[in-house]
């Protein structure tokens, strides 16, 4: 993923996004103003007949399955709750601002009825696992996928690419982004419902949907609510994807791996959901589906999983994982743990393709460890080695997730600098030689200092250059870097 700083360049580059109504800002300020009681919540939905006629419509409907018909918007919040009544006037107001007739050749009504699926999910789920998170729930479950939108309607170039790349290779929307884009609906959609002003318990999770584990460091509740979004993704791949066996392995794989097991019953919640879904979609203005029968689906992949054994499906799940192994063993230097050379020529090729196609500045830095060979002859190979592991580390630690660093052979590194201007690219690079000349890397009774030249070189979106002329301008800033004396930084123009 890339960092938030390079996506909020994006978002901030790639046209209109959407806005949230002049109502739903006010509901999000009144509810994060501690001050501010039900009566101003209530008061603020007032003054929209239209989004209060729908949020009383949802709370009449058998979703809820009140016995007294609400016929306020205070009553309602007395009732009900200002996080819930909150939650439902936002979700009818991020409908709202996203248009849904499919003339684009986007299948918005399927989109919709995938995520309010999830969002009657997430808080069925919820329910059973974590009654704290149950207010917030539905809208998380209706709002997770909304940077597949903003990405259709803000980028539909590039993201009619995305479409076609995950058709061809059968991927997921998120590996088929990170392919053509080099970035994800999460990313984007994370980072624009914080811009929004929603917390760090919405937009952490959705970062973090499809592939949780990487959520380091979070809260216990954050931690749960992107394990929920995920098994949520999952239930949505098996109502729609055609091997429901395989599917239904990996919910209950991953129900058990986080701990749900014992409060996840597919068969209840599905048709828990069934039923509901059946009293959500009229409200929000989508038609129902009454082919779909979810208990039948599961009976047929029960059938079906039968073949796959519980051990089958672990060999197969920890399969994938081993091939997640090799395929890091294929692509990145077994000394230093860097990109290798040539998967830094694959990223090289993504990065150009970029660069030309949305304009962005692209920099990159050959790098040189000075007078490497006397380490070797001097401490030995090992000693070398040590130092090239320690030098790669600072090069990692001192880099963005979205920039690329790699061995590019011997004791030469190469650093791939996405949405970098040369005059950024000069700086970091004083900065890293800077470091490294001031590091002491201490091997047994060695005591071993290294410095570094670096050729820095620019490619220019409004030109047709090559992969080959950008190395080339980088190894010629390189050699002067050396020429002049090393340790130091040189750029090509001024080559």
Request: glycine residues 6%; proline residues 4%.
């Given at each position: 993923?890339?960092?938030?700083?390079?996506?909020?360049?994006?978002?901030?580059?790639?046209?209109?996004?959407?806005?949230?109504?002049?109502?739903?800002?006010?509901?999000?300020?009144?509810?994060?103003?501690?001050?501010?009681?039900?009566?101003?919540?209530?008061?603020?939905?007032?003054?929209?007949?239209?989004?209060?006629?729908?949020?009383?419509?949802?709370?009449?409907?058998?979703?809820?399955?009140?016995?007294?018909?609400?016929?306020?918007?205070?009553?309602?919040?007395?009732?009900?709750?200002?996080?819930?009544?909150?939650?439902?006037?936002?979700?009818?107001?991020?409908?709202?601002?996203?248009?849904?007739?499919?003339?684009?050749?986007?299948?918005?009504?399927?989109?919709?009825?995938?995520?309010?699926?999830?969002?009657?999910?997430?808080?069925?789920?919820?329910?059973?696992?974590?009654?704290?998170?149950?207010?917030?729930?539905?809208?998380?479950?209706?709002?997770?996928?909304?940077?597949?939108?903003?990405?259709?309607?803000?980028?539909?170039?590039?993201?009619?690419?995305?479409?076609?790349?995950?058709?061809?290779?059968?991927?997921?929307?998120?590996?088929?982004?990170?392919?053509?884009?080099?970035?994800?609906?999460?990313?984007?959609?994370?980072?624009?419902?914080?811009?929004?002003?929603?917390?760090?318990?919405?937009?952490?999770?959705?970062?973090?949907?499809?592939?949780?584990?990487?959520?380091?460091?979070?809260?216990?509740?954050?931690?749960?609510?992107?394990?929920?979004?995920?098994?949520?993704?999952?239930?949505?791949?098996?109502?729609?994807?055609?091997?429901?066996?395989?599917?239904?392995?990996?919910?209950?794989?991953?129900?058990?791996?986080?701990?749900?097991?014992?409060?996840?019953?597919?068969?209840?919640?599905?048709?828990?959901?069934?039923?509901?879904?059946?009293?959500?979609?009229?409200?929000?203005?989508?038609?129902?589906?009454?082919?779909?029968?979810?208990?039948?689906?599961?009976?047929?992949?029960?059938?079906?999983?039968?073949?796959?054994?519980?051990?089958?499906?672990?060999?197969?799940?920890?399969?994938?994982?081993?091939?997640?192994?090799?395929?890091?063993?294929?692509?990145?230097?077994?000394?230093?743990?860097?990109?290798?050379?040539?998967?830094?020529?694959?990223?090289?090729?993504?990065?150009?393709?970029?660069?030309?196609?949305?304009?962005?500045?692209?920099?990159?830095?050959?790098?040189?460890?000075?007078?490497?060979?006397?380490?070797?002859?001097?401490?030995?190979?090992?000693?070398?080695?040590?130092?090239?592991?320690?030098?790669?580390?600072?090069?990692?630690?001192?880099?963005?997730?979205?920039?690329?660093?790699?061995?590019?052979?011997?004791?030469?590194?190469?650093?791939?600098?996405?949405?970098?201007?040369?005059?950024?690219?000069?700086?970091?690079?004083?900065?890293?030689?800077?470091?490294?000349?001031?590091?002491?890397?201490?091997?047994?009774?060695?005591?071993?200092y290294v410095t570094m030249s670096i050729g820095i070189a620019a490619h220019s979106p409004k030109t047709d250059s090559s992969n080959a002329d950008l190395i080339k301008k980088a190894d010629t800033a390189l050699y002067r870097a050396k020429e002049d004396g090393r340790n130091r930084c040189c750029l090509f123009s001024d080559c």
């Open positions: 993923m890339k960092s938030d700083d390079i996506i909020d360049e994006i978002i901030n580059g790639i046209g209109k996004l959407p806005t949230l109504p002049g109502v739903a800002i006010k509901i999000l300020e009144t509810v994060q103003d501690q001050k501010s009681g039900l009566k101003e919540l209530a008061e603020i939905l007032s003054t929209d007949p239209p989004l209060s006629a729908e949020v009383l419509r949802m709370i009449n409907s058998p979703y809820y399955g009140l016995n007294t018909r609400i016929t306020s918007v205070q009553h309602a919040v007395k009732l009900l709750g200002a996080t819930t009544v909150k939650n439902l006037a936002l979700s009818f107001s991020v409908v709202k601002s996203f248009q849904t007739d499919n003339s684009d050749g986007f299948d918005y009504t399927q989109f919709w009825k995938d995520s309010l699926f999830s969002a009657v999910a997430m808080k069925s789920m919820a329910k059973n696992v974590s009654r704290q998170a149950v207010d917030d729930a539905f809208f998380l479950g209706l709002l997770h996928n909304i940077g597949i939108l903003t990405l259709n309607q803000c980028m539909p170039d590039q993201f009619s690419l995305v479409l076609t790349e995950k058709r061809k290779n059968q991927s997921s929307y998120h590996d088929a982004e990170q392919q053509v884009l080099g970035f994800t609906h999460m990313d984007i959609g994370s980072l624009l419902v914080k811009k929004w002003g929603l917390p760090d318990t919405f937009y952490k999770p959705m970062r973090h949907h499809h592939l949780p584990a990487e959520l380091k460091g979070a809260s216990p509740e954050i931690t749960q609510m992107a394990r929920l979004l995920h098994l949520t993704s999952l239930l949505v791949d098996f109502v729609n994807l055609p091997d429901k066996a395989y599917q239904l392995g990996l919910i209950e794989h991953f129900a058990k791996e986080y701990g749900f097991e014992e409060h996840f019953q597919l068969e209840p919640l599905l048709e828990e959901v069934g039923e509901l879904t059946e009293a959500v979609f009229p409200v929000f203005e989508i038609k129902i589906d009454s082919e779909t029968r979810y208990i039948e689906m599961i009976e047929t992949a029960r059938k079906e999983l039968i073949h796959l054994s519980a051990d089958f499906l672990s060999r197969l799940i920890e399969q994938n994982k081993r091939i997640e192994i090799l395929n890091e063993r294929a692509t990145h230097d077994g000394l230093t743990k860097l990109t290798n050379y040539q998967r830094f020529q694959e990223v090289l090729d993504e990065e150009m393709y970029r660069s030309k196609r949305y304009k962005f500045p692209l920099t990159l830095l050959m790098v040189d460890l000075d007078h490497f060979k006397k380490v070797n002859d001097t401490m030995g190979h090992l000693a070398g080695d040590y130092v090239l592991r320690e030098t790669a580390e600072l090069l990692k630690k001192s880099l963005r997730k979205s920039d690329v660093a790699a061995r590019y052979g011997g004791e030469e590194f190469a650093v791939l600098l996405p949405e970098t201007p040369k005059e950024g690219a000069f700086i970091l690079a004083e900065r890293l030689r800077e470091k490294l000349a001031a590091t002491c890397f201490n091997y047994g009774e060695h005591t071993i």
